[in-house]
Nanobody, 123 residues
Framework: VQLQASGGGLVQAGGSLRLSCVAS????????IAWFRQAPGKDREGVSY?????????YYVDSVKGRFTISKDSAKATVYLQMNSLKPDDTAVYYC????????????????WGQGTQVTVSS
C-alpha cells in the first residue's frame, strides 16, 4: 500500500494550489482518505476527509470550510485537495492518509500515510 502526495509549493496569500494523493496497492473506494497538515512546532491537524464508498461524504475543519475542496477520482485512484484563498496560517506540510475505519480526522484511525508535501503561503 502506498500513498504519494504532491502539488505543494510556494504561493502568495490569496492564491491557490491543488494537492494530489495517488493511491496504489488498495481499492480507493474501500478507504476513507484524509488530508492532515503539520506546521512547525504544532501538532498534526486534520483538514478534510472523503469517506469510503463510491460517492464518499466529505468533511472539513472550520478553518478551511469554503476555501478547500476535497474530491476523488476512483478511476485514477487519486484524491485531490483544491485549496483556494490561501492564508499564511495554511503553511504546513500536508499529508494524505488512508483508513478503513469510519470517516474521522483522528490520526490514529489512519493506517497508511503519504510522505507529505510542503505548502508555504507568503503574506
Amino acid at each position: 500500500v502506498q500513498l504519494q502526495a504532491s502539488g505543494g509549493g510556494l504561493v502568495q496569500a490569496g492564491g491557490s494550489l491543488r494537492l494530489s494523493c495517488v493511491a496504489s496497492g488498495f481499492i480507493l473506494d474501500d478507504y476513507s482518505i484524509a488530508w492532515f497538515r503539520q506546521a512547525p512546532g504544532k501538532d498534526r491537524e486534520g483538514v478534510s476527509y472523503v469517506s469510503s464508498s463510491t460517492i464518499g461524504t466529505t468533511y472539513y475543519v472550520d478553518s478551511v470550510k469554503g476555501r478547500f475542496t476535497i474530491s476523488k477520482d476512483s478511476a485514477k485512484a487519486t484524491v485531490y485537495l483544491q485549496m483556494n484563498s490561501l492564508k499564511p496560517d495554511d503553511t504546513a506540510v500536508y499529508y494524505c492518509a488512508a483508513g478503513v475505519a469510519s470517516a474521522t480526522l483522528v490520526p490514529m484511525y489512519y493506517d497508511y500515510w503519504g510522505q507529505g508535501t510542503q505548502v508555504t503561503v507568503s503574506s
